[in-house]
């Protein structure tokens, strides 16, 4: 499924703004992208011929949540990780007593 990336930003941005309090609407992602209405009528068009949003109460469906979910833990994956080192194990007894039977 090759999705431009105006498609996939929307489809993104949606997928984010679904679940903040305030509600989502077209001219909210419209600024949000910086694009204009045409320009987000398309990529929306786009993503409801690929069944992954609900144009007219731009909700995503569930294979367009499957996707955004992907993509968003996709993107995560690349990012690298500040630190692979192990924690140091829990200290049961303190460094200035002699250690004990633990049951």
Do not use: K, W, Y
């Amino acid at each position: 499924m090759q999705i431009n990336a105006l498609a996939r930003r929307a489809l993104h941005l949606v997928f984010v703004l679904s679940s903040s309090s305030s509600a989502l609407s077209r001219p909210r992602l419209e600024q949000r992208l910086g694009v204009s209405a045409t320009e987000l009528n398309a990529a929306l068009g786009e993503l409801a011929r690929l069944g992954l949003l609900d144009v007219q109460r731009l909700r995503l469906t569930l294979s367009g949540l499957v996707v955004a979910a992907a993509s968003r833990r996709s993107q995560e994956s690349r990012e690298p990780r500040a630190s692979t080192a192990t924690p140091d194990p829990i200290q049961l007894f303190s460094r200035r007593e002699s250690p004990r039977a633990v049951a």
